[in-house]
């Protein structure tokens, strides 16, 4: 991969996302934030992350509605959407997507790097 | 002498046969000719009997007034009261049964004897019709109730008069009793509709309370959300400073950080249990049931704590059968149960072997998490599965509501967990087994591991 890889982190907890950041940062990554799923979704649009982390609840646009948009946008549908929930989450109801994995919050540095690097793998050996 | 007996005899037949008296006449064939019969009979053998005439003749009345008492016996004991009407509505014959029934009026008018009334009864009157050779029936209902089923024939009577002879039966209880019935039936339906009434205001009451339920259950998501996002930032945080995202930290800091990232772990579980036990009580689980493994619960259950396990030098070992068959649960519950007896099975072991098993007999799948641990105290075993239960031989870490959790989450499901301590096969620490139906499908063949499926990952 020539160019560095994006990440775009939807969540609405500033802290969470400062936190995260950080993390994500210590990787020469470009990180994207966006604090709601409609700012998201226009942002996925415009730059075209390789890598989703989704927050699910969120106000104005839950991380569910973010998904099926994903997942119906043809530009959008390839890439992979990490879902994070936190722990009372209704994780048994069945989605109306398919998301590529679940993360609960909140997750250990090391297995949340581990876990985007997969996927970030994933995508460029495709590519 | 011969010829007059024939002629009495002829005449006798005659009067049954065709006289006035339709009673007598309806058996003509039996009284009427077997009189004349003998009649004949005697008069041709009478020259051989040797008998006088005049005892004959006393014979003969003997036999015609035996006949007559016969049918009066008939009318006598009759249920029925006969009544004779004549064309001037006056009563001439009564049996005893209709003397009973309205007294004697015999020589009065009928109408005045059965109705009281001053006139004749008018147009609904049946003589004249009866009188005119018709048959006719129809019912009597007096206002105090009782009803009879009258018949109704043409008679002439000796002297040639027309007449009704009418019959009248009593049918006031049937009557009643049919009345009682439609009222019965009335009641039922009456009944009916207010239960069905009543039934209709439960469900609405029950539709209410499933709106109130759902609320509840929206409003603890809410809850839980709120409660545990500034964890999972702090927690976030405090992750970020000790796995040296944020530079260098003392070893005095790294020691406070991790009591109070441990807390935080500690309260997020508080919280997460808490919510979690009105959730499953206002039965969330059914809805997030659906066909799943039970081999992929477990394995993903093992998955996650293999790390915890490896840290405390624990062996953790998983016996699972070639194919199991498929049931109807929610996957992330179970694993909850299955992930929550085996951090128990790590956390009170010192060392030694902690083994995941899961087997199948006639009717259940059976799990099972077998420990060389600590172990329980006898008193300790019956109490295990209550809420903020500790036991006494440990040190008071977690929120006590795993295992009543874990009871909720695998009865909600049909089954049935218990503990036992020592374990019957190893003699030491413990094992816990729950129990979950099967349902009717194809086996569960050993679980494919590249198949995309969301996951969940702590």
């Not at chain 1, 909140?106 to 495709?126: F, I, M, N």
């Not at chain 2, 000796?158 to 049937?174: E, G, H, K, S, Y």
């Not at chain 2, 499953?280 to 066909?291: C, T």
Request: hydrophobic share 40%; with cysteine.
């Amino acid at each position: 991969m020539d160019r560095k890889p994006k990440i775009l982190l939807i969540d609405d907890d500033i802290d969470f996302v400062q936190a995260t950041s950080k993390v994500l940062e210590s990787k020469s990554w470009e990180i994207l934030v966006a604090f709601n799923g409609e700012e998201g979704l226009q942002k996925a649009r415009k730059e075209r992350p390789d890598l989703v982390l989704l927050d699910i609840m969120m106000p104005v646009k839950d991380g569910f509605l973010v998904a099926e948009e994903f997942g119906k946008d043809q530009s959008l549908s390839k890439i992979p959407v990490l879902a994070l929930t936190s722990f009372s989450d209704p994780l048994g109801q069945p989605f109306p997507f398919e998301v590529s994995e679940y993360i609960r919050k909140p997750v250990r540095p090391k297995e949340l790097l581990a876990k985007v690097e997969k996927y970030l793998g994933e995508t460029d050996s495709q590519t | 002498m011969r010829f007059l007996l024939l002629l009495i005899g002829v005449c006798v037949w005659l009067w049954f046969a065709f006289g006035p008296n339709p009673v007598l006449r309806s058996g003509f064939f039996h009284e009427g000719f077997a009189v004349m019969l003998l009649i004949m009979v005697g008069s041709v053998a009478r020259p051989f009997t040797g008998g006088n005439e005049a005892e004959w003749i006393r014979y003969l009345e003997e036999l015609v007034r035996s006949e007559r008492d016969r049918v009066m016996a008939i009318l006598n004991s009759m249920e029925e009261g006969v009544v004779i009407i004549d064309l001037d509505r006056k009563i001439r014959f009564m049996n005893p049964s209709m003397v009973r029934e309205f007294g004697d009026g015999v020589g009065l008018h009928c109408y005045r004897h059965l109705r009281g009334l001053d006139e004749p009864c008018g147009e609904i009157c049946r003589l004249p019709n009866v009188i005119r050779g018709k048959n006719e029936r129809w019912e009597y209902i007096f206002p105090d109730g009782r009803t009879y089923d009258v018949i109704g024939s043409p008679f002439a009577d000796l002297d040639q008069v027309p007449c009704m002879l009418a019959t009248f039966r009593n049918i006031t209880q049937r009557k009643q009793a049919e009345i009682e019935l439609v009222k019965l039936n009335q009641l039922k339906s009456d009944l009916l509709s207010q239960k069905t009434r009543e039934l209709e205001e439960i469900s609405r009451e029950v539709a209410k309370l499933e709106e109130q339920e759902r609320r509840f259950v929206r409003f603890l998501r809410v809850v839980a959300h709120d409660l545990q996002s500034p964890l999972a930032a702090t927690q976030t945080c405090l992750w970020d400073i000790l796995d040296g995202y944020c530079g260098k930290i003392t070893d005095e800091q790294r020691d406070m950080l991790e009591r109070s990232s441990r807390r935080i772990d500690g309260l997020s579980t508080l919280i997460g249990d808490l919510l979690d036990i009105p959730r499953i009580e206002a039965g969330q689980i059914v809805h997030e049931m659906k066909e799943t493994s039970l081999s992929e619960v477990i394995e993903r259950s093992v998955d996650e704590l293999s790390n915890l396990a490896k840290e405390k030098g624990i062996t953790l070992k998983v016996e699972l059968p070639q194919s199991l068959p498929r049931i109807h649960g929610s996957s992330i519950r179970l694993q909850q149960v299955v992930r929550n007896l085996i951090s128990n099975a790590i956390k009170y072991s010192r060392e030694g072997t902690v083994l995941v098993r899961a087997t199948e007999d006639e009717g259940d799948l059976r799990v099972e998490v077998i420990d060389s641990g600590i172990g329980i105290l006898p008193e300790d075993l019956p109490l295990l599965f209550t809420d903020f239960f500790r036991g006494k031989n440990v040190e008071t870490r977690g929120t006590g509501l795993g295992l009543s959790i874990s009871k909720r989450i695998v009865e909600a499901h049909g089954g049935r967990i218990w503990a036992e301590s020592p374990c019957p096969e190893t003699g030491k620490g413990s094992k816990f087994s729950f129990t979950l139906p099967k349902v009717a499908g194809p086996q569960d063949s050993s679980v494919n591991q590249n198949r995309p499926e969301p996951r969940l990952s702590k």
